[in-house]
């Protein structure tokens, strides 16, 4: 993965553990997500736990997790296929495990099952420390060029 494929703010935040980057705001529908953090190197996309990810129990919302998962697994096939070929998902299973807390550090790591020319397959886990929250399988199609 070449850095300039990365989209990240230079600033260094306090509280992010080392190798992570701060990506830049993503727009549309990820625009008010909140800050996402990013370690390339073990396929991890973070995020602090915030008063706008939480439910009426106050706790993450499902969706919320859903989002981060799905996010992960696509910008990770993403970097690793060098962005050759836009995919969009098809299947997105999920087990919730545990639930995360307000304030709590939230790691999507993701790996791959395979990254064919049609279809990649990849999995998720969300982690807050020892912590598993949810793990998630993914199935991505590559999309044909717009003609």
Known sequence: MAEAEIPTVTAPDAGVPEGFVALRKLGGYMANFGQLYL???RRTLAV???ESHLNNLGIPHGGMLATLADTAIGMMMSLETGR???AVTVNLSLDYLDS???GDWVEARVEFDKLGSRLRYGTCKLV???RCL???TAIFAVLAPRT
Do not use: N, T
Request: glycine residues 6%.
């Open 39 to 41: 370690h390339a190197e």
């Open 48 to 50: 602090r736990i915030d």
């Open 84 to 86: 050759s070929k836009s």
């Open 100 to 102: 995360a807390r307000p």
């Open 128 to 130: 807050s420390g020892e």
């Open 134 to 136: 949810l793990r998630a």
